[in-house]
């Protein structure tokens, strides 16, 4: 495996894209000014984490704080490879993050579809996703309390999302609007209605979607008036959340109207 090093610029977490491959160097000790998330793709090493000795392996998630000093060695024979991302510390509003200490119990599969979205180039999703992962993890006792301004925000944006079902929710300039970050407003949303805001518009668009089928709308129709990009995705959304095909719950609720 030969050694590469390969870094791209994420606009929206004001970081970066970094991913390491046939390493076999050491890292000697050192400290970011921002946030960086990972997972170990390949190989064994020491790391001394704030003057700490810990064993990494495949598999392991990786958190460093801004400030935190580390470095690594080698004690495998097999080369090193890392996946990581980079946050910059205002994203995050100066969260402070323990260091995993068994990542078995994290949502990988989370942290996994972040990666996936970030090589897509669906950044604002990936953020998203993020703030679901981060959620998991577990943070230091002067951790930053519930922010009133964010969470007011949060009801705004619930609010604009009611009004405006068929346009796809833009977090990132509606966050810009009210002053904060778009990290912020994702996580005061999550904390509040236990969604993200995007996840919450495709329920809200369902259930929409089930009171026009109700009605008499043709699948087509509601997923034009919904904004859906065509009756497949309706078709998608609607069985993952309510078990069934749109067509297949309009007949039933024909059926039952019929019977009544």
Do not use: W
Request: hydrophobic share 35%; aromatic share 8%.
């Amino acid at each position: 495996m030969n050694e590469s090093c390969t870094i791209k610029p994420l606009p929206l977490f004001k970081g970066e894209r970094r991913t390491y491959c046939g390493i076999l160097q050491p890292f000697a000790d050192h400290a970011h000014d921002h946030y960086v998330f990972g997972i170990v793709r390949e190989g064994e090493r020491e790391l001394v984490l704030n003057g700490e000795l810990l064993h990494i392996k495949k598999d392991d998630i990786l958190v460093f704080n801004p400030g935190d000093a580390h470095g690594c060695t080698q004690v495998s024979e097999g080369p090193f490879a890392y996946d990581s991302f980079t946050v910059a510390t205002e994203t995050l509003d100066d969260e402070r993050f323990c260091f995993p200490s068994n990542t078995d119990d994290l949502p990988r599969e989370q942290l996994e579809e972040v990666f996936s979205l970030l090589d897509r180039h669906r950044e604002e999703e990936a953020l998203e996703e993020f703030v679901a992962f981060e959620q998991t993890l577990v943070t230091k006792p002067d951790a930053n309390p519930p922010n009133p301004k964010h969470e007011e925000a949060a009801v705004r944006l619930y609010a604009h999302m009611l009004g405006h079902l068929a346009k796809r929710v833009c977090v990132e300039a509606f966050a810009e609007n009210e002053g904060i970050s778009a990290y912020a407003l994702i996580r005061a949303y999550r904390r509040m209605f236990s969604l993200t805001p995007v996840q919450h518009q495709l329920a809200l668009r369902v259930d929409a979607a089930c009171e026009l089928l109700a009605n008499g709308a043709h699948a087509s129709d509601a997923a034009a008036e919904l904004g859906f990009s065509d009756q497949a995705h309706l078709t998608r959304e609607f069985k993952k959340r309510i078990g069934c095909t749109p067509g297949s719950y309009a007949a039933m609720r024909k059926t039952s109207e019929g019977q009544e």
